[in-house]
Every structure is written in structure tokens, then in C-alpha cells.
């Protein structure tokens, strides 16, 4: 199987849920929620993908070459390249179910674990998407990143016990769901979360910790503060507010705010190496990718999503060779223009 192979079989399973774009830019799907789309008007997924394509990338191939190295080393363990998959649920809800929620997981939790990287996996209304990843991630050693909803801390601590009997590496809370519109539909009670509920979640274990949908400086601090191992800055996809700005933008501000007192991940847009280089010049650690890691696992199960995160390796380590740094710690702000 190839990439294109998946990119095929992708189309004929995601009908019409999804049409596998040439460019997955939110533009044809915007406003489907339930669906693959950005929220309203689908500006804040729009705006992700257009701000990466106005950051510019400095050529420069007179430097002593000593290869290029990729990886990058988190939660104690060490990694191929730096970016994972990002946490989707709702295979039914979302697309039209012509893979289970228990396959979806199967194929980007094993697919990314043998391309060297890892997979965040969802949780969501139906308490399975989160109790059916469980298995999995204890299988594969506890190489993935479960994420919970952020319920009332009762019901979340109860989720961190699970995860630990799990093994997993990490844990991440997706705080920016709290405005969902399907768990609205659902009816089921989440919120916002104030400073001393994160700081219960991130004392109540020794597994770091991720707040995810962090989008401002005020927030990484108090993020921080809580206790978190690190932040994923992320709008939710655009899903969750309509002109919310473009996550890569947000980077340098808040990494200028926290130092590397927290890891900073982001989403939002990111298709391809160049677009990961980018990210960590403006500021991050790492990266996650959603929509386009769903259309792998549908096109191609594990070994999909094996193939997508190979190719997006090799591009970013094509734009290093070509702007002269030989390791991530060399992505820095100057390779960059905006």
C-alpha cells in the first residue's frame, strides 16, 4: 500500500461525512458539527491553515552537514519525530461509521507506535471512547496519551485511576471542549476549569499532566501554576469558537510567557513537515495532528497511519536539510519569515 493507495480508499469509506480534500483547509466541510467541520462560518479551522501558509521558510545549504535528527524525547521516553496524533472521537457521530471507534484507536495507537511516534486518544459523551482505548494503550506499553473531557473532578479522577492501571505515559484534560456543541446535544455536564480543579487533577498522580485548548499567555501561566506537565495549544479544531485566532500565531507569546518551565504542543492546521518545522520555530515542543491522521486510520488502518506519519517525517526532515539544521533544538525563530 501506498499513500495515495489510502488517500483512495479513504474517499470511498469517508462518504459524504468527509471528502478527503485535496487540501484539508475547512473551507468545503465548514459549519458541519456534527461532522469534520469548523464551527459557524468555519473561520477558526480556515485561519489555522492560513497563517501556516503565510510563515515563510529561509533556504540556506551552506553549512557543514552532519545529518539530520528528528527525534525528540518526552515523558521520559524517546521519540522518532515531534509530532503525535492528535485525540478525535465520534467515528459514528462524525463520519458515518465505517470504521468502529475500537479500530480507529487500534490503527493510530499501533500505526504511530511503529512509525517511533505516539497517538492522544479521545473521550467523549459515550463513556466507550475513552474506556475502549484503555486496552490498547496498556498493550502498547503505554505508549499513547489518553484525553479526558473535563468532567466534574470526581468523574475525571476516576478516569486518571483507569488510565494509571493502564500504564499510560501521560494524560491530557481538553478543557476547550467545554463549549462542544455535541456534548451539549448529549447533555452531558462539563465546564470550564478554574486553577485549583486542574491543580486536584495534576496532584492526584505522578502521570504528567496536559491541559489542552490553552490559546493565550494568562492561560499557559495559570496552566503552570496548576501543576501541568505541559499545554497543547489548540482551539479545538476550530469547533468550539467560531473566530477564534490561529493557534501557530499564539505560540511565540505564550513560550516568551512560560520559558521551558511547560511543554508547549499545538494543533491546528499542520499538514506536512514544513508546516511542523514552523510550529516548533514559532515556539513549540511538539505538534499534533487530527483530520488528516482520521483520513489515514480510514484509508489505511495501522498501517495508514504508519505510512502518513513516515511521509510527514521525511518532509520535515527534507525542509532541516534545506535550512541547515541539523537537530529540532536548531529550529529556531530566525529559519523562519512572517
Not at 468502529?100 to 504511530?112: K, L, M, P, R
Not at 487530527?290 to 505510512?307: K, S
Request: charged share 20%.
Amino acid at each position: 500500500m501506498n499513500y495515495n493507495e489510502v488517500l483512495q480508499n479513504a474517499k470511498e469509506k469517508m462518504a459524504p461525512n468527509c471528502r478527503v480534500c485535496k487540501e484539508c483547509n475547512g473551507i468545503v466541510c465548514k459549519g458541519e458539527i456534527p461532522g469534520t467541520g469548523g464551527k459557524g462560518n468555519g473561520n477558526a479551522f480556515k485561519i489555522c491553515v492560513d497563517f501556516l501558509s503565510s510563515v515563510k521558510i529561509k533556504l540556506d545549504t551552506i553549512y557543514q552537514n552532519e545529518g539530520q535528527d528528528t527525534s525528540i524525547s518526552l515523558f521520559g521516553k524517546d521519540f522518532k519525530y515531534p509530532f503525535f496524533v492528535a485525540p478525535i472521537g465520534g467515528m459514528n457521530l462524525n463520519y458515518n461509521g465505517a470504521i468502529t471507534e475500537s479500530e480507529y484507536i487500534d490503527a493510530v495507537v499501533n500505526g504511530s507506535l511503529k512509525a517511533g511516534t505516539a497517538a492522544f486518544t479521545g473521550d467523549g459523551a459515550n463513556d466507550s471512547f475513552f474506556l475502549d482505548s484503555l486496552p490498547y494503550i496498556k498493550a502498547a506499553n503505554g505508549v499513547a496519551v489518553p484525553t479526558i473531557k473535563p468532567w466534574k473532578n470526581d468523574k475525571a479522577l476516576e478516569k486518571i485511576k483507569m488510565l494509571e492501571e493502564a500504564g499510560a505515559m501521560a494524560f491530557a484534560m481538553d478543557i476547550d471542549s467545554a463549549g462542544l456543541v455535541n456534548l451539549a446535544l448529549a447533555g452531558k455536564p462539563v465546564s470550564a476549569k478554574s486553577v485549583e480543579e486542574l491543580s486536584e487533577l495534576a496532584s492526584s498522580t505522578k502521570v504528567p499532566f496536559i491541559v489542552k485548548g490553552v490559546m493565550t499567555k494568562e492561560g499557559a501561566l495559570k496552566a503552570l501554576e496548576a501543576g501541568a506537565y505541559g499545554i497543547v495549544v489548540s482551539s479545538h479544531g476550530g469547533r468550539v469558537l467560531q473566530d477564534a485566532p490561529a493557534t501557530c500565531a499564539m505560540l511565540s507569546e505564550i513560550r516568551e510567557a512560560v520559558g521551558d518551565k511547560l511543554k508547549i504542543f499545538v494543533d491546528g492546521g499542520i499538514r506536512s513537515g514544513a508546516d511542523v518545522f514552523k510550529a516548533i520555530a514559532l515556539g513549540a515542543d511538539a505538534v499534533l495532528i487530527g483530520r488528516t491522521y482520521v483520513i489515514a486510520a480510514f484509508g489505511g488502518g495501522a498501517e495508514g497511519v504508519e505510512l502518513y506519519t513516515e511521509k510527514i517525517g521525511a518532509e520535515l526532515r527534507d525542509v532541516m536539510i534545506m535550512s541547515g539544521c541539523k537537530s529540532l533544538s536548531d529550529i529556531t525563530r530566525d529559519k523562519i519569515i512572517l
